[in-house]
Protein backbone atom coordinates (compact mmCIF):
# COMPACT_ATOMS: atom_id res chain seq x y z
CA UNK A 1 0.00 0.00 0.00
CA UNK A 2 2.84 2.12 0.76
CA UNK A 3 4.93 1.45 -2.60
CA UNK A 4 1.60 1.40 -5.29
CA UNK A 5 3.68 1.48 -8.15
CA UNK A 6 6.59 -0.84 -6.77
CA UNK A 7 3.56 -3.34 -5.89
CA UNK A 8 2.05 -3.25 -9.29
CA UNK A 9 5.21 -3.60 -11.16
CA UNK A 10 5.38 -7.16 -9.20
CA UNK A 11 2.22 -8.42 -9.62
CA UNK A 12 2.28 -7.82 -13.08
CA UNK A 13 5.76 -9.78 -13.16
CA UNK A 14 4.16 -12.67 -11.43
CA UNK A 15 1.59 -12.75 -13.82
CA UNK A 16 3.70 -12.87 -16.92
CA UNK A 17 5.74 -15.61 -15.41
CA UNK A 18 2.89 -17.54 -13.98
CA UNK A 19 1.34 -17.13 -17.75
CA UNK A 20 4.35 -17.89 -19.26
CA UNK A 21 4.87 -21.19 -17.72
CA UNK A 22 1.32 -22.40 -17.49
CA UNK A 23 1.29 -21.96 -21.22
CA UNK A 24 4.79 -23.93 -21.95
CA UNK A 25 3.07 -26.41 -18.87
CA UNK A 26 -0.06 -26.85 -21.40
CA UNK A 27 2.12 -27.09 -24.53
CA UNK A 28 4.82 -29.81 -22.64
CA UNK A 29 1.13 -31.61 -21.92
CA UNK A 30 -0.11 -31.74 -25.09
CA UNK A 31 3.17 -32.73 -26.60
CA UNK A 32 3.80 -35.75 -23.63
CA UNK A 33 1.23 -36.65 -21.92
CA UNK A 34 -2.00 -36.75 -24.34
CA UNK A 35 -3.27 -39.38 -25.10
CA UNK A 36 -2.53 -40.99 -28.34
CA UNK A 37 -5.07 -41.09 -31.07
CA UNK A 38 -6.02 -45.04 -30.90
CA UNK A 39 -8.63 -47.54 -29.77
CA UNK A 40 -8.51 -47.95 -26.15
CA UNK A 41 -5.04 -46.50 -25.55
CA UNK A 42 -5.43 -47.17 -21.70
CA UNK A 43 -4.84 -50.78 -22.61
CA UNK A 44 -1.21 -50.27 -24.46
CA UNK A 45 2.14 -50.92 -22.83
CA UNK A 46 5.54 -50.51 -22.84
CA UNK A 47 6.98 -54.06 -22.77
CA UNK A 48 10.42 -53.49 -20.18
CA UNK A 49 12.76 -56.53 -19.41
CA UNK A 50 16.48 -55.77 -18.99
CA UNK A 51 17.72 -52.17 -20.46
CA UNK A 52 20.43 -52.77 -22.79
CA UNK A 53 24.07 -52.47 -21.70
CA UNK A 54 25.32 -49.37 -23.13
CA UNK A 55 22.25 -47.10 -24.00
CA UNK A 56 20.38 -47.94 -21.15
CA UNK A 57 17.19 -48.16 -23.38
CA UNK A 58 14.32 -50.91 -23.16
CA UNK A 59 15.66 -52.46 -26.30
CA UNK A 60 14.57 -56.22 -27.28
CA UNK A 61 15.81 -58.06 -30.40
CA UNK A 62 14.38 -59.33 -33.37
CA UNK A 63 14.51 -62.73 -32.36
CA UNK A 64 13.36 -62.34 -28.60
CA UNK A 65 10.60 -59.89 -29.98
CA UNK A 66 9.25 -62.94 -31.72
CA UNK A 67 9.06 -64.90 -28.62
CA UNK A 68 7.32 -62.65 -26.80
CA UNK A 69 4.68 -62.07 -29.57
CA UNK A 70 4.44 -66.04 -29.77
CA UNK A 71 3.72 -66.37 -26.34
CA UNK A 72 0.41 -64.03 -25.45
CA UNK A 73 -0.53 -64.16 -29.03
CA UNK A 74 -3.82 -65.44 -27.88
CA UNK A 75 -4.11 -62.88 -25.00
CA UNK A 76 -2.22 -59.86 -25.71
CA UNK A 77 -1.06 -59.03 -29.06
CA UNK A 78 2.57 -57.48 -29.19
CA UNK A 79 3.98 -54.87 -31.47
CA UNK A 80 7.50 -53.55 -32.02
CA UNK A 81 8.97 -50.19 -33.52
CA UNK A 82 12.49 -49.38 -34.53
CA UNK A 83 13.87 -46.07 -33.59
CA UNK A 84 14.15 -43.57 -36.64
CA UNK A 85 15.96 -42.88 -39.50
CA UNK A 86 16.88 -40.67 -42.34
CA UNK A 87 16.52 -41.85 -46.07
CA UNK A 88 16.45 -40.12 -49.30
CA UNK A 89 13.32 -40.88 -51.44
CA UNK A 90 13.89 -40.95 -55.24
CA UNK A 91 10.76 -40.21 -57.62
CA UNK A 92 10.20 -40.83 -60.88
CA UNK A 93 10.78 -37.36 -62.10
CA UNK A 94 14.12 -37.48 -60.73
CA UNK A 95 13.39 -34.78 -57.31
CA UNK A 96 15.21 -36.36 -54.07
CA UNK A 97 14.15 -36.05 -50.96
CA UNK A 98 15.13 -36.48 -47.33
CA UNK A 99 12.53 -38.10 -44.78
CA UNK A 100 12.31 -39.42 -41.50
CA UNK A 101 11.21 -43.63 -41.76
CA UNK A 102 10.47 -46.01 -38.98
CA UNK A 103 10.40 -49.66 -39.21
CA UNK A 104 7.23 -51.19 -37.45
CA UNK A 105 5.95 -54.67 -37.32
CA UNK A 106 3.32 -56.12 -39.70
CA UNK A 107 0.60 -56.11 -36.86
CA UNK A 108 1.57 -52.27 -35.39
CA UNK A 109 -1.31 -50.47 -36.71
CA UNK A 110 -4.15 -53.28 -36.86
CA UNK A 111 -3.15 -53.57 -33.28
CA UNK A 112 -3.52 -49.98 -32.41
CA UNK A 113 -6.93 -49.94 -33.65
CA UNK A 114 -6.10 -47.95 -36.39
CA UNK A 115 -7.87 -47.27 -39.90
CA UNK A 116 -6.21 -46.17 -43.15
CA UNK A 117 -7.40 -42.94 -44.83
CA UNK A 118 -6.85 -44.66 -47.81
CA UNK A 119 -5.10 -48.23 -49.23
CA UNK A 120 -4.50 -50.86 -46.63
CA UNK A 121 -2.02 -51.31 -43.79
CA UNK A 122 0.58 -53.93 -43.59
CA UNK A 123 -0.07 -57.72 -43.81
CA UNK A 124 1.72 -60.72 -42.71
CA UNK A 125 3.00 -61.45 -46.62
CA UNK A 126 4.57 -57.47 -46.19
CA UNK A 127 6.63 -58.90 -43.22
CA UNK A 128 9.18 -61.13 -45.56
CA UNK A 129 12.27 -60.62 -46.81
CA UNK A 130 13.93 -60.40 -50.49
CA UNK A 131 10.88 -58.54 -51.66
CA UNK A 132 10.99 -57.36 -55.20
CA UNK A 133 9.97 -53.86 -53.91
CA UNK A 134 8.57 -52.63 -50.24
CA UNK A 135 5.63 -51.67 -49.45
CA UNK A 136 5.15 -48.50 -47.22
CA UNK A 137 2.91 -46.35 -45.39
CA UNK A 138 2.87 -42.55 -45.38
CA UNK A 139 1.87 -40.19 -42.40
CA UNK A 140 -1.34 -38.46 -42.69
CA UNK A 141 0.60 -34.79 -42.94
CA UNK A 142 3.62 -35.77 -45.22
CA UNK A 143 0.57 -36.89 -48.09
CA UNK A 144 -1.34 -33.48 -47.48
CA UNK A 145 2.31 -31.67 -47.71
CA UNK A 146 3.65 -33.42 -50.39
CA UNK A 147 0.73 -34.49 -52.67
CA UNK A 148 -1.89 -31.78 -51.65
CA UNK A 149 -3.95 -34.59 -50.12
CA UNK A 150 -5.66 -35.20 -53.68
CA UNK A 151 -3.05 -36.79 -56.01
CA UNK A 152 -3.41 -40.22 -56.64
CA UNK A 153 -0.90 -41.90 -54.04
CA UNK A 154 -1.77 -45.87 -54.47
CA UNK A 155 0.51 -47.86 -56.17
CA UNK A 156 3.18 -44.96 -56.97
CA UNK A 157 6.55 -46.04 -56.98
CA UNK A 158 9.81 -44.70 -56.26
CA UNK A 159 13.61 -45.34 -54.39
CA UNK A 160 13.94 -44.95 -51.16
CA UNK A 161 17.96 -45.46 -49.88
CA UNK A 162 18.04 -47.18 -53.22
CA UNK A 163 15.88 -49.53 -52.64
CA UNK A 164 12.40 -50.05 -54.82
CA UNK A 165 9.00 -48.76 -52.62
CA UNK A 166 5.82 -48.78 -53.33
CA UNK A 167 2.81 -46.75 -51.61
CA UNK A 168 -0.08 -49.05 -50.07
CA UNK A 169 -1.56 -46.67 -47.34
CA UNK A 170 -1.84 -43.24 -45.84
CA UNK A 171 -2.25 -43.37 -41.72
CA UNK A 172 -5.32 -41.61 -40.29
CA UNK A 173 -5.26 -38.29 -39.85
CA UNK A 174 -4.11 -37.05 -36.34
CA UNK A 175 -1.60 -40.13 -36.09
CA UNK A 176 2.02 -39.92 -36.35
CA UNK A 177 3.16 -42.53 -34.30
CA UNK A 178 3.39 -43.99 -30.88
CA UNK A 179 6.84 -41.46 -29.74
CA UNK A 180 5.51 -38.56 -28.66
CA UNK A 181 7.55 -35.53 -30.05
CA UNK A 182 8.63 -37.39 -33.22
CA UNK A 183 6.83 -38.36 -36.07
CA UNK A 184 8.37 -40.31 -39.12
CA UNK A 185 7.49 -39.38 -42.72
CA UNK A 186 6.73 -43.06 -44.01
CA UNK A 187 6.46 -46.57 -42.43
CA UNK A 188 8.47 -49.38 -43.66
CA UNK A 189 8.03 -53.51 -42.62
CA UNK A 190 9.89 -54.60 -39.81
CA UNK A 191 11.89 -56.83 -42.21
CA UNK A 192 13.52 -54.18 -44.70
CA UNK A 193 15.84 -53.76 -42.10
CA UNK A 194 17.39 -56.95 -44.00
CA UNK A 195 18.12 -54.67 -47.34
CA UNK A 196 20.77 -53.05 -44.60
CA UNK A 197 19.20 -49.78 -46.22
CA UNK A 198 17.75 -48.92 -43.23
CA UNK A 199 19.70 -47.99 -40.40
CA UNK A 200 18.38 -47.29 -36.79
CA UNK A 201 19.29 -46.84 -33.17
CA UNK A 202 21.25 -50.00 -31.70
CA UNK A 203 22.56 -51.69 -29.03
CA UNK A 204 24.71 -54.60 -28.76
CA UNK A 205 26.54 -56.95 -26.60
CA UNK A 206 30.42 -56.16 -28.33
CA UNK A 207 32.95 -58.46 -29.47
CA UNK A 208 32.91 -61.86 -28.49
CA UNK A 209 28.86 -62.11 -28.45
CA UNK A 210 28.00 -63.40 -32.05
CA UNK A 211 27.62 -59.64 -33.31
CA UNK A 212 27.85 -59.23 -36.75
CA UNK A 213 27.16 -55.60 -38.13
CA UNK A 214 27.36 -56.25 -41.60
CA UNK A 215 24.72 -58.94 -41.09
CA UNK A 216 21.15 -58.77 -40.59
CA UNK A 217 19.85 -57.72 -37.21
CA UNK A 218 16.81 -60.38 -37.90
CA UNK A 219 18.75 -63.14 -36.70
CA UNK A 220 20.80 -61.74 -34.17
CA UNK A 221 19.81 -62.04 -30.57
CA UNK A 222 22.92 -60.20 -29.11
CA UNK A 223 21.68 -57.19 -31.49
CA UNK A 224 19.11 -54.86 -29.51
CA UNK A 225 17.15 -52.27 -31.85
CA UNK A 226 13.34 -52.82 -31.08
CA UNK A 227 10.96 -51.18 -28.53
CA UNK A 228 7.99 -53.73 -27.95
CA UNK A 229 4.56 -52.80 -26.84
CA UNK A 230 1.56 -54.86 -26.03
CA UNK A 231 -2.37 -54.32 -26.32
CA UNK A 232 -3.10 -55.53 -22.42
CA UNK A 233 -6.95 -55.77 -21.48
CA UNK A 234 -7.20 -55.56 -17.55
CA UNK A 235 -8.52 -59.20 -17.21
CA UNK A 236 -5.25 -60.77 -18.91
CA UNK A 237 -2.59 -58.60 -16.99
CA UNK A 238 -1.53 -61.74 -14.23
CA UNK A 239 -1.62 -64.44 -17.52
CA UNK A 240 0.53 -62.39 -20.00
CA UNK A 241 2.87 -61.02 -16.96
CA UNK A 242 3.80 -64.74 -16.28
CA UNK A 243 3.95 -65.52 -19.80
Excluded: C
Excluded at 129 to 141: A, D, M
Amino acid sequence: RKSPGFAATTVLTLAIGIGANLAIFQLLYGVLFAHLPVKQPAELYSLHAVQSPFDEQWFFSYPAYGRLRQATMANAPVFARSGFGIGVLQETGGATSRLEFQLVSDNFFSVLGLSPTTGRFFLDGDDQREQSEWPVILRYGYFQQHFAGNQPVLGKRSTFNGVPIVIVGVAPKGFSGVVRGQAPDLWLPLAAEATKRFGTWFDSLGPGYDVNLNRSYLDQASIFWLWTLSRTPDGVKPVVAAQ
